[in-house]
T-cell receptor, first 115, second 118 residues
Framework: DVKVTQSSRYLVKRTGEKVFLECVQD?????MFWYRQDPGLGLRLIYF???????EKGDIPEGYSVSREKKERFSLILESASTNQTSMYLC??????????????FGPGTRLTVL | AQKVTQAQTEISVVEKEDVTLDCVYE???????LFWYKQPPSGELVFLIR??????QNEISGRYSWNFQKSTSSFNFTITASQVVDSAVYFC???????????????FGKGTKLSVIP
């Protein structure tokens, strides 16, 4: 069974802290994605990666960075958390072989609160 | 640029009623893919259906059906005889070639929250 896991379901951090959100997939997928979900705004793409050590900016990369040292793991980093980064963060993965055809598989999400 | 519009923010229906969720998309690409995802209260998005731009055949899966019309750029989703378990946020999404990258972005609509009342 396809599985995308995220390190935490709920996280509370303070302004200025460095925050790591981890995502692991067990499907040997090349592509991985980080989204944030906010009420009334839907899902917005932060960063994606189509291979190990490769990354591309999405629509809202400001204030975030990513790391992909291994194929199965894609980390989202908030260098200095701010209150406007309070949100639900969703990780997804997809096989890289067939372009846009295949669906993305999503993790359960991490609800991050920055105080 | 791609865009997906789900004009219905929230819908409430009584159990066993039929309900249609609207999705209108914009893209300049001739080859593209449309998706519907369900997000139950647990938070995880669940894939429901994919449709490519060359296949305008409607699809039915149990109580779910989808109507794809290129002429109106719409990909609507109907739930027949709704049930409480259908309560969720539903997202329509579009995937089209993304220049300069080996991957493809999904452009999501803002979602429609469906509440099915017993």
């Amino acid at each position: 069974d396809v599985k995308v896991t995220q390190s935490s379901r709920y996280l509370v951090k303070r302004t200025g802290e460095k925050v790591f959100l981890e995502c692991v997939q067990d499907m040997d997928h090349e592509n991985m994605f980080w989204y944030r979900q906010d009420p009334g705004l839907g899902l917005r793409l932060i960063y994606f990666s189509y291979d190990v050590k490769m990354k591309e900016k999405g629509d809202i990369p400001e204030g975030y960075s990513v790391s992909r040292e291994k194929k199965e793991r894609f980390s989202l980093i908030l260098e200095s958390a701010s209150t406007n980064q309070t949100s639900m963060y969703l990780c997804a993965s997809r096989p890289g072989t067939s372009g846009p055809y295949n669906e993305q598989f999503f993790g359960p999400g991490t609800r991050l609160t920055v105080l | 640029a791609q865009k997906v519009t789900q004009a219905q923010t929230e819908i409430s229906v009584v159990e066993k009623e039929d309900v249609t969720l609207d999705c209108v998309y914009e893209t300049r690409d001739t080859t593209y893919y449309l998706f519907w995802y369900k997000q139950p209260p647990s938070g995880e998005l669940v894939f429901l259906i994919r449709r490519n731009s060359f296949d305008e055949q409607n699809e039915i899966s149990g109580r779910y059906s989808w109507n794809f019309q290129k002429s109106t750029s719409s990909f609507n989703f109907t739930i027949t005889a709704s049930q409480v378990v259908d309560s969720a946020v539903y997202f329509c999404a579009l995937s089209a070639p993304y220049s300069g990258a080996g991957s493809y972005q999904l452009t999501f609509g803002k979602g429609t929250k469906l509440s099915v009342i017993p």
